[in-house]
């Protein structure tokens, strides 16, 4: 039992190993001062403070921050209303018909996605630029909200509602008192997963952006091509770093959530007992 042991906790090791490595390695020579991945001179800043003093790159920060807000904040309303009616629908063989649906975006390549995009916004005369940008990360975001949201509602006892109903609650009560806080968990992770793939996006954001309009993903392969310059690195690094801090603090919500439920359930009997907490 403890080789078993051993050996899956070398095999996560090494797995972990294998998918941070390069970003370590990345992030070690940001602050490189001989201006090369190849060998370390010493210690610097400047590559960061390059990247904070490059107007352009703060606009398309903001750009970007933007885009994945707005984008993330559309589509779980949408997702929400998705979710509701995917859960109302009793034939299970349109229910089926719906899910699979909605998983097409996530599982079609991003490069079909983006050159559909790109042959839709140019039929419909959309401008390529923000509106396009945020329609399809809208559009791409929708379907992981849905499937972030849509467990909870499934797990929902139907007699909640009804019970609501029974007491003279509206539509909307029944909606914004008895089923949003109950599937407010899956709300939040497709809020936070719909952010994370907006901000990670590149080949579909490659295809619907214009001239003058840009994200970080296509700004940083753009200067990935005209050659190495530690400043990509220090801005990755930035991105990197933002990253987890949305993990970290997604990760403190979730389990300030959990001992919320937790003192709850184990509340209720004690005072249903007549025991003095």
Excluded: C, W
Aim: avoid cysteine; glycine fraction near 6%.
């Amino acid at each position: 039992m403890r080789n078993k042991n051993g050996f899956s906790n070398l095999y996560l090791v090494l797995v972990f190993a294998v998918l941070y490595a390069p970003i370590f390695y990345l992030m070690y020579y940001s602050f490189n001062s001989g201006g090369t991945m190849h060998k370390f001179e010493g210690f610097t800043l400047d590559y960061y403070r390059e990247v904070l003093q490059d107007t352009r790159l703060i606009i398309i920060m903001i750009n970007t921050l933007v885009i994945a807000l707005l984008s993330s904040a559309i589509a779980i309303l949408i997702a929400i209303i998705g979710a509701l009616a995917i859960k109302s629908v009793q034939n299970r063989r349109a229910k089926n018909t719906l899910l699979s649906l909605n998983n097409v975006l996530i599982v079609s390549p991003d490069v079909i996605i983006g050159a559909s995009f790109l042959i839709l916004f140019t039929i419909a005369g959309i401008k390529l630029g923000f509106v396009s940008v945020l329609l399809s990360h809208v559009a791409f975001s929708v379907p992981i909200a849905v499937l972030m949201i849509l467990p909870h509602l499934q797990d929902m006892s139907p007699s909640l509602t009804d019970a609501a109903r029974d007491l003279g609650a509206s539509r909307k009560d029944v909606l914004t008192k008895v089923i949003l806080p109950i599937i407010k968990p899956g709300i939040f992770s497709g809020f936070f997963m719909a952010l994370t793939y907006s901000l990670d996006d590149f080949a579909v954001t490659f295809f619907v952006t214009g001239n003058g309009y840009s994200t970080l993903s296509v700004e940083i392969y753009s200067r990935a091509r005209q050659g190495v310059s530690l400043s990509i690195n220090a801005l990755s690094t930035l991105i990197f770093l933002f990253t987890i801090l949305l993990v970290v603090g997604y990760y403190f919500l979730t389990l300030k959530k959990n001992r919320q439920n937790t003192s709850e359930a184990v509340a209720e009997p004690v005072a249903e007992a007549g025991v003095p907490r």
